[in-house]
C-alpha cells in the first residue's frame, strides 16, 4: 500500500511540473520545433492546431495526472478494506 501512494505521489508531482511548464511556457514542453514531429507528438500537434492548443493540450494532460493519481490514492486508502 505504501509504495502504491509512493507513486501516486510521483504521479502527482509530474502533473504538477506539466502544468507549471505549461505556464512557464518551457520550450521543450509547449514549443517543440517542428521538424521533430515524426518522432515527437507535442510537434505534431503544433503543426496541425498551433502553440496554443499545445498548451492547453499540456495544461489537460496534467490536470489528468493528479486527477489519476488522486484517485488511484483514493482507492487504495479508503476503498481498500
Not at 18 to 39: E, N, Q, S
Not at 51 to 64: A, C, P, Q, R
Amino acid at each position: 500500500m505504501r509504495m502504491v501512494l509512493v507513486l501516486n505521489g510521483f504521479v502527482f508531482a509530474l502533473g504538477m511540473v506539466t502544468i507549471i511548464g505549461a505556464y512557464r511556457r518551457w520550450r521543450w514542453l509547449v514549443d517543440p520545433p517542428i521538424a521533430l514531429w515524426p518522432y515527437y507528438s507535442q510537434a505534431f500537434l503544433k503543426r496541425i492546431f498551433g502553440t496554443k492548443f499545445v498548451i492547453i493540450f499540456t495544461y489537460l494532460i496534467g490536470l489528468l495526472l493528479m486527477a489519476l493519481a488522486v484517485l488511484g490514492s483514493w482507492i487504495v486508502c479508503c476503498r481498500s478494506s
